[in-house]
């Protein structure tokens, strides 16, 4: 399963962000999948869970991001959104996705996209 994430970008405290994250692979691989999440990492920071949503769309967030990101999931296209809306500079940070298999105990994880958020 390869992950290919997009949507990062710079944008001003206040503004939102919409991430994406598509799995592709074997239809047996993608079938697999259970949970989907997104993962952030700041500067010196250790990477921190985000937000992550099962394939019966059971959401989890960080405390630090709820009522303001929001994770979504869209089966037929393989593919998890996170939609970011009143974005602090503290959510700067490369995000990036991750995906499980549940059949064989597999992470899979996709290359980061930077956000950036200005004061």
């Known amino acids: 399963v390869q992950l290919q994430a997009s949507g990062g970008g710079l944008v001003q405290a206040g503004g939102s962000l919409r991430l994406s994250c598509v799995a592709s692979?074997?239809?047996?691989?993608?079938?697999?999948?259970?949970?989907m999440a997104w993962y952030r990492q700041a500067p010196g920071k250790q990477r921190e869970l985000v937000a992550g949503?099962?394939?019966?769309?059971?959401?989890s967030y960080a405390d630090s991001v709820k009522s303001r990101f929001t994770i979504s999931r869209d089966n037929a296209k393989n593919t998890v959104y996170l939609q970011m809306d009143n974005l602090k500079p503290e959510d700067t940070a490369v995000f990036s996705c991750?995906?499980?298999?549940?059949?064989?105990?597999?992470?899979?994880w996709g290359q980061g996209t930077q956000v950036t958020v200005s004061s």
């Open positions: 991750k995906a499980f298999d549940k059949t064989i105990l597999m992470d899979y």
């Open positions: 692979g074997s239809a047996f691989s993608i079938n697999n999948i259970n949970t």
């Open positions: 949503i099962t394939s019966d769309g059971r959401t």
